[in-house]
DNA sequence: CAAACCACCATACATCTGTATGGTAAATTA
DNA sequence: TAATTTACCATACAGATGTATGGTGGTTTG
């Protein structure tokens, strides 16, 4: 059975973790830097320790060859920036303290946040309290993106289409009748598109 | 505006998103080995024409230095191995020659695969035609997950309970009768447990 | 046709990267 | 108390890595 980590072992790990989360792995010498050691040798020997108890796997005499083994860090927390619930305004937490854990496979595309969904008021979108809607700031949406935007202090998130004077908002159900907004209305604000719904299965223990 | 790439460096681009997909950033060898060149310096170039296009964004002097900019290639296409429609048999493609856009974010965990949901028949559990299921195999799924199983020839996405002497498996649904398979029945077998759902946003375009 | 681009090659080189080895000091454990 | 583990240091080195430079041959394009 692999070992318990200790404390610095942990805290390099989570690093790597960091790291290889923004779709990089760092060196010896930058995980070195990250900590204040003077010495890559340093480094090496928690690695081996790391390692040794099963958490990592290092291809010998690749650069940067350290491969993720742990399935306790199948998840990595997220912040969230804020909670969308249609209809009411746009939360955005001031210190975005509240995190998910998304599973270790998900890199965050760049610049793009995310956001708890509350309520059901989206569920006609199949949207439900607890997802996590991965939104792409972008000023200019395409033609049938689905996307969170602010109208009159309001979100909403509905599938955005530009027509020559307007844009329109449609609902996923067609039951309801498309918002309409004119050209320039200062009222109304793009926040994102919404790039995909998250929903973790692990941790909604029934 | 960036221009378009030739057909040499967009193979170059895919297989170094393939690689970042995987956790991974190729060095020039890399690539170079890849493509059967026998220098860097052809691969270097090949780079620096990609970077120019505003493709992709390289850390000078740092090794494995490669950011993908590309808004276009937010997603990457991922192997679907096969379907899971509750009560229907499991379809595993032959040749696994589905795929889906994960964002590129979505790096998969190790040895996890991917199972198309088709039919509303997991709807209790939110599950939804055209979602993706992430499944990590398994073999010791901890209690209150949601594994997929196979039962008796008819795969199943259930919440998994074991108790002394047999195994429940729970329905999101309140109002089903869990399914209570006694210890050693031989028709019944864990694919896996479900990690996550995904669900695309961009391409399904209404 | 000349100029530009494309797709490759080879050689040379400074720096990065991982490794090897040996040492110090403190805390923990037997 | 002795042995082990943990957490760091320094120096040295081979091979990996990115870079610089210059060359060949073919295809587009103005």
Redo the contacts with the bound molecule.
């Keep these: 059975m692999s070992?318990?980590?200790?404390?610095?072992?942990q805290k390099?790990l989570d690093f790597i973790i960091d790291k290889k989360a923004e779709g990089k792995?760092?060196?010896?010498?930058?995980?070195?830097e990250r900590?204040?050691?003077?010495?890559?040798?340093?480094?090496?020997?928690?690695?081996?320790?790391i390692e040794?108890?099963g958490f990592i796997k290092?291809?010998?005499?690749?650069?940067?060859?350290?491969d993720l083994l742990t399935e306790d860090k199948l998840f990595i927390p997220r912040p969230v920036l804020g909670e969308v619930a249609a209809g009411n305004p746009l939360t955005i937490y001031p210190d975005a303290i509240d995190t998910v854990d998304l599973p270790t496979i998900a890199r965050m595309p760049k610049d793009s946040f995310l956001l708890k969904v509350k309520g059901d008021s989206l569920k006609d979108a199949y949207i439900f309290t607890g997802d996590v809607v991965i939104v792409n700031p972008n000023p200019e949406p395409r033609n049938g993106q689905i996307v969170v935007a602010v109208l009159d202090d309001a979100a909403v998130v509905k599938r955005f289409f530009k027509k020559r004077n307007r844009i329109e908002l449609h609902s996923e159900n067609p039951e309801y009748e498309p918002i309409v907004i004119e050209k320039d209305y200062s009222g109304f604000k793009i926040v994102g598109v919404v790039v995909g719904v998250y929903r973790n299965m692990e941790t909604r223990v029934g």
Excluded at 35 to 49: C, I, K, P
Excluded at 58 to 66: A, D, L, V, Y
């Design positions: 070992k318990q980590l200790t404390n610095t072992q390099i792995v760092p060196t010896l010498a930058e995980i070195a900590f204040g050691y003077r010495n890559r040798s340093t480094v090496r020997q928690h690695l081996q320790a040794k108890k290092r291809n010998p005499k690749i650069s940067r060859g350290i």
